[in-house]
T-cell receptor, first 112, second 118 residues
Framework: SQKIEQNSEALNIQEGKTATLTCNYT??????LQWYRQDPGRGPVFLLL?????KEKRKERLKVTFDTTLKQSLFHITASQPADSATYLC???????????FGTGTQLKVEL | GAVVSQHPSWVICKSGTSVKIECRSL??????MFWYRQFPKQSLMLMAT?????????EQGVEKDKFLINHASLTLSTLTVTSAHPEDSSFYIC??????????????FGPGTRLTVL
């Protein structure tokens, strides 16, 4: 069966450092992968989408890589700030607007 | 960016009653809307996919007679939890996608509705 794994433990880092979150998947051939941010009691907020034929995508302080051979995506936040503290979800999808399958999420805490 | 709203943001009801949750796309037409459920410290679980003007497609294990979905227009989908029980208490989140988006693959999420069944 399809499985999407993210760091189950919370990630604590110091302000200014780069946070790196991982998303690994098995038994899945996604056409694209998305990263979302979710704050407590709120819906997810879309951050980045990367397609299977793309290796890397950047948006401001965010960078996503996608390795379909390793079946892994890495999500980086550079110059992290306390405001970046949240749960980050990866989601995989196939083309044509098909449904997304979400990972369990990783809680990031950026400390002063 | 595309905005999706949900109403109500939270609701408390008695066991056995029905609750309706609305999901609206405010600045775009949503040909497809999705309903998710999220339990504490767990990820989003897709319940159903609804396309405007057609019946919803439910995920395995989701009772379609209990969770009624109506997608009557391109900007509104509703989820009705019928005969709610305490185990239905959860965070319900909708999302919408539009073919007019940059890729058509992004989903825009609502803020969620917290349902508590006493």
């Amino acid at each position: 069966s399809q499985k999407i794994e993210q760091n189950s433990e919370a990630l604590n880092i110091q302000e200014g450092k780069t946070a790196t979150l991982t998303c690994n998947y098995t038994n899945y051939s996604p056409a694209y992968l998305q990263w979302y941010r979710q704050d407590p009691g709120r819906g997810p907020v879309f951050l980045l989408l990367i397609r299977e034929n793309e290796k890397e995508k950047r948006k401001e302080r965010l960078k996503v890589t996608f390795d379909t051979t390793l079946k892994q995506s890495l999500f980086h936040i550079t110059a992290s700030q306390p405001a970046d503290s949240a749960t980050y979800l990866c989601a995989l999808g196939r083309g044509g607007g098909n449904k997304l399958t979400f990972g369990t999420g990783t809680q990031l805490k950026v400390e002063l | 960016g595309a905005v999706v709203s949900q109403h109500p943001s939270w609701v408390i009801c008695k066991s056995g009653t029905s609750v309706k949750i609305e999901c609206r796309s405010l600045d775009f037409q949503a040909t497809t809307m999705f309903w998710y459920r999220q339990f504490p410290k767990q990820s989003l679980m897709l319940m159903a996919t609804s396309n405007e003007g057609s019946k919803a497609t439910y995920e395995q294990g989701v009772e379609k007679d209990k969770f009624l979905i109506n997608h009557a227009s391109l900007t509104l989908s509703t989820l009705t939890v019928t005969s709610a029980h305490p185990e239905d208490s959860s965070f319900y989140i909708c999302s919408a996608r539009s073919y007019t988006g940059t890729s058509g693959d992004e989903q825009f999420f609502g803020p969620g509705t917290r349902l508590t069944v006493l």
